[in-house]
């Protein structure tokens, strides 16, 4: 039995199970729950339950709270393990890392993407600072690995271990129980979907600017999410005159989401390379893929890792507008090929990213860094 501290500030607030949830929030909380379920980890959870703009408060509250107790916790509840689920966690480290180690505990912390290579020089040499006492770096990612290992991190000290998906979350039923009346298609047109927060990276914007006209003109476009970068994307919609094939739905509830993935044809992940911005994995295409939709999508950072090709997707050049419409164009051609696809790209995913495998790979690592401690 291996006692893991749990430690994370993405947690969404107990009587608001789904608020500010993203990516690196979806990952902290399933990870968590799967792992308090396999029989060989005793898992003890520290957690931040921000909410909106008290978010980063909160934050900095557990940070504080790390520093002053996270050694004495590590010693009076003998724990083995001590387990970040996202490098931002790790600053207090960089002070009392030496008396956590001492206490008896090896020291690991999941790397997504943006948490590593955030710009911002204070951040930076906060996480320079604490990743000298973690054992353990588990990119999600190998472009996530590679971007550790720039930083200075040993080769020996990072080992990648995918983000997983919940297969009870969303099915490839495309009978859906509850109806989006707002945003219908026209009668056999088909539906591409992104989904994501609104930021550049996105390349949400690129998309609709440069490969949606090269796209036959019955072809929808449904983007859920909200963030900065919607302006510009409803810009590009008007300045191409696209407002009845592209909709923003922004942000919609989880039965909605699952509808809208049903609805959809073909998921895009169309992201553009920004300088210290980057895509660590993207389990929105897990999402996708476990409903049925296969994903045309960047060939670009940690999107590369989790699209097989003609398994779950197809890849193709960042920013080439033309790459993204001829791949469209011919999967959308072939319906009977693409209700295979649709098929393969569900099957896919459950056998290589369901959490239970993914929490048994995170226990295997558990076990080792707990050995590499003598109690």
């Known amino acids: 039995m291996v006692r893991v501290l749990f430690v994370s500030h993405t947690f969404p607030p107990a009587d608001k199970p789904l608020a500010n949830i993203g990516g690196m929030q979806r ?32 934050t900095v509250q557990l940070e504080l709270a790390l520093l002053a107790r996270l050694p004495e916790r590590v010693r009076r509840e003998r724990i083995d393990v001590v387990l970040f689920s996202s490098v931002t966690s790790i600053f207090p480290l960089g002070f009392n890392g030496r008396r956590v180690r001492a206490s008896g505990a090896s020291v690991a912390a999941i790397a997504h993407g943006l948490d590593v290579t955030a710009d911002n020089v204070a951040y930076q040499w906060l996480l320079r600072r604490a990743l000298g006492h973690v054992d353990r770096l588990f990119p999600v990612s190998r472009a996530t690995g590679r971007t550790l290992v720039h930083l200075g991190v040993p ?5 990648v ?33 992104s989904v994501g927060r609104l930021v550049e990276r996105k390349g949400f914007a690129w998309f609709v600017d440069y490969v949606m006209p090269k796209l036959p003109d019955n072809t929808q476009y449904w983007v859920v999410g909200e963030g900065p970068a919607r302006p510009s994307i409803s810009a590009a919609v008007e300045r191409r005159g696209l407002s009845d094939r592209v909709q923003l739905l922004g942000r919609v509830s989880e039965a909605a989401l699952a509808e809208v993935y049903r609805r959809g044809d073909l998921f895009v992940m169309p992201n553009v390379p920004v300088a210290n911005d980057m895509e660590g994995f993207g389990v929105v295409m897990l999402e996708a893929g476990l409903s049925g939709l296969f994903s045309v999508a960047s060939d670009l950072e940690g999107i590369a890792d989790v699209i097989c090709q003609d398994q779950n997707g197809q890849l193709v050049p960042a920013r080439d507008a033309d790459a993204f419409a001829q791949a469209i164009t011919e999967i959308l051609a072939d319906r009977e090929a693409l209700a295979q696809r649709s098929r393969t790209a569900a099957a896919y995913v459950r056998e290589k990213f369901a959490w239970d495998r993914v929490a048994r790979e995170y226990a295997r690592e558990l076990h080792a860094l707990s050995d590499l401690r003598t109690r």
Do not use: M
């Not at 792992?35 to 703009?53: F, K, V």
């Not at 080769?155 to 080992?159: I, N, R």
């Not at 969303?170 to 026209?186: I, M, N, S, V």
């Open 155 to 159: 080769q020996s000290k990072v080992h």
């Open 27 to 58: 990952v902290a909380v399933d990870l968590s729950r799967y792992l308090a379920e396999l029989p060989d980890i005793d898992l003890r959870l520290w957690a931040c339950r921000g909410r909106g703009a008290l978010a980063a408060v909160h």
């Open 161 to 193: 271990l995918p983000n997983g998906i919940d297969l009870d979350r969303f099915g490839t039923d495309k009978a859906a129980p509850e109806h989006l009346t707002r945003h219908e298609a026209p009668p056999s047109a088909p539906v591409l979907v």
